[in-house]
């Protein structure tokens, strides 16, 4: 079930793997705009796309209309499955129609509780729905699960953040997407650690990449990512200047992703916020 490729470097022969990151789309403009960016995004082809999954299932139909939608457009596509505030019934019934549909990959996550959603649900932690999808369904998919290079901010510190993902590693997933981050040190240390506690599977470092910079501090102040004080210094002086933060978002985005693949990153999967330009402009440049 779990590689044995080294986190820190694909093996010699292979090329750096490079994935995406959609979300359901809220109406059919949204859907549309998605559609677009999937169609502009697949020429740079892709190994696979995720689809997001919100918060206690509340986005579980979007999710597989998007999931069809990029299916029809010939992508390979790993949903996203979170636990909290789910039934393993109905857990049970979304892995049968991902397997129905023919989905061989999927993101597992403990996810976040919706406001005002009391229930926890019958699996509350990652490891134990990676453990429940072996069990139902084999090594009919390959599984993802998320690592946090700067610590999962509800973690009580980093070794126990650590801790928590090599058991979602030994209960059965075969590699790791992780949260994006700006300082590229923040992953070698992790994979380091990682690797020293025996996990022997891919790390795949995610990237965001910088077009809105108010957008980009809200996500950051969420979900505990870092923006470098240069970084968010820089970003701020340019004020509405869009195409300014762009471009510096591109370059700062391009060189961290040139220094994780220069280090042995096994791929790089990127956050495109239903957005075509970005990522594709930094993919364009790092295959120069």
């Not at 795949?204 to 809105?212: A, E, K, Q, S």
């Amino acid at each position: 079930m779990s590689s044995s490729v080294s986190p820190g470097a694909a093996p010699a022969e292979a090329a750096p793997v490079f994935s995406l990151e959609f979300f359901p789309p809220r109406d059919s403009a949204a859907q549309e705009k998605l559609v677009r960016a999937a169609e502009q995004l697949h020429g740079l082809h892709p190994h696979f796309a995720s689809v997001t999954f919100g918060a206690g299932g509340s986005t579980r139909d979007g999710t597989m209309l998007a999931v069809s939608m990029l299916q029809k457009l010939d992508y390979e596509v790993a949903p996203h499955l979170s636990c909290i505030g789910s039934t393993a019934e109905s857990l049970r019934d979304v892995l049968y129609t991902y397997r129905q549909a023919g989905i061989r990959r999927l993101v597992a996550l403990r996810g976040d509780m919706p406001s005002g959603m009391g229930d926890m649900g019958e699996l509350r932690h990652a490891r134990d729905l990676v453990d429940f999808i072996r069990r139902e369904t084999g090594d009919w998919f390959h599984i993802e699960v998320a690592a946090y290079p700067e610590m999962h901010p509800q973690a009580q510190g980093p070794e126990a953040d650590l801790d928590r993902f090599v058991e979602k590693m030994q209960a059965g997933a075969d590699s790791a997407i992780t949260q994006y981050f700006f300082n590229a040190d923040a992953y070698f240390d992790f994979v380091d650690r990682a690797t020293a506690k025996g996990v022997l599977a891919p790390i795949v470092p995610g990237i965001m990449p910088i077009t809105n910079f108010t957008q980009l501090a809200r996500f950051s102040d969420m979900c505990g990512a870092e923006i470098p004080r240069w970084i968010r210094l820089r970003l701020a002086s340019y004020g509405d200047d869009r195409a300014s933060i762009r471009a510096f978002g591109h370059d700062v985005v391009t060189e961290l992703c040139q220094t994780l693949l220069d280090g042995g990153a096994p791929g790089l999967h990127f956050y495109t916020m239903n957005q075509a330009d970005a990522t594709q402009a930094v993919w364009k440049e790092l295959e120069r």
